[in-house]
């Protein structure tokens, strides 16, 4: 059984979460296959499609190594879907206080409540949880903005999603409280519609090696 904190383990160890939406959910087998090969174990499937469900089962069913969530779980309903369909962790832009409560109902799956003011920071701890996902993070004012809410909230564990890329990786991990990113730069609709699954490894590796590398010199700091 996958747990709560082996979960929080994976993503921190790889700090790096692929955003992923579908249309086609016969690409879903090599779009993961080359997010692994490329060194990307954390996957997010978002909610936004009327196979995103079925992706979800299908992929962990083809890749139990690897960490497949659920994005865009805006509502208990959806919540309870996705966990249903296997989703090992969960990831919404926002959060009412009824989403909070359906999600604390289920110590051992890790939810990210969408969050973008201090405000719903402590409102998310409230309910118990201590990792949150700050989004929309560039259009909020990016890492800056990060890091003066985060200074007042050191107990809180951020994934920071939304507009990010790789030139923006040092400084979001240059906030303490960032613990992952999340994003799609590396997931280009037109190599997947081609089929050039090898392209999207390659940039999938540079990906995690720059995430991996902007984690690590933050540290050293």
């Not at 700050?134 to 564990?157: D, M």
């Not at 613990?179 to 699954?197: E, H, K, P």
Request: glycine share 6%.
């Amino acid at each position: 059984m996958v747990t709560k904190h082996l979960t929080y383990a994976q993503i921190e160890k790889v700090p790096l979460v692929a955003v992923i939406t579908l249309k086609n959910i016969a690409q879903a087998v090599p779009l993961a296959e080359a997010l692994k090969k490329g060194g990307l174990t954390n996957l997010e499937i978002t909610l936004r499609t009327p196979i995103a469900l079925d992706v979800i089962r299908l992929l962990r069913d083809e890749f139990p190594d690897l960490n497949i969530g659920a994005g865009t779980v805006t509502d208990p309903n959806l919540y309870r879907q996705a966990k249903a369909a296997g989703a090992q962790f969960m990831v919404s832009p926002g959060a009412t206080p009824e989403l909070l409560v359906e999600a604390a109902k289920y110590h051992e799956i890790p939810f990210y409540p969408g969050v973008c003011t201090p405000s719903e920071m402590l409102l998310a701890e409230s309910y118990g949880f201590d990792h949150v996902k700050f989004f929309p993070a560039e259009a909020l004012g990016g890492a800056k903005t990060l890091k003066a809410i985060a200074a007042a909230l050191p107990n809180i564990s951020i994934l920071a999603s939304g507009g990010i890329t790789e030139g923006d990786l040092a400084d979001y991990f240059n906030v303490s409280s960032v613990y992952a990113v999340s994003g799609s730069w590396f997931i280009a609709q037109d190599l997947m519609n081609a089929g050039r699954w090898d392209e999207v490894e390659i940039l999938t590796r540079s990906a995690v090696i720059a995430t991996k590398n902007a984690r690590s010199k933050a540290l050293k700091k």
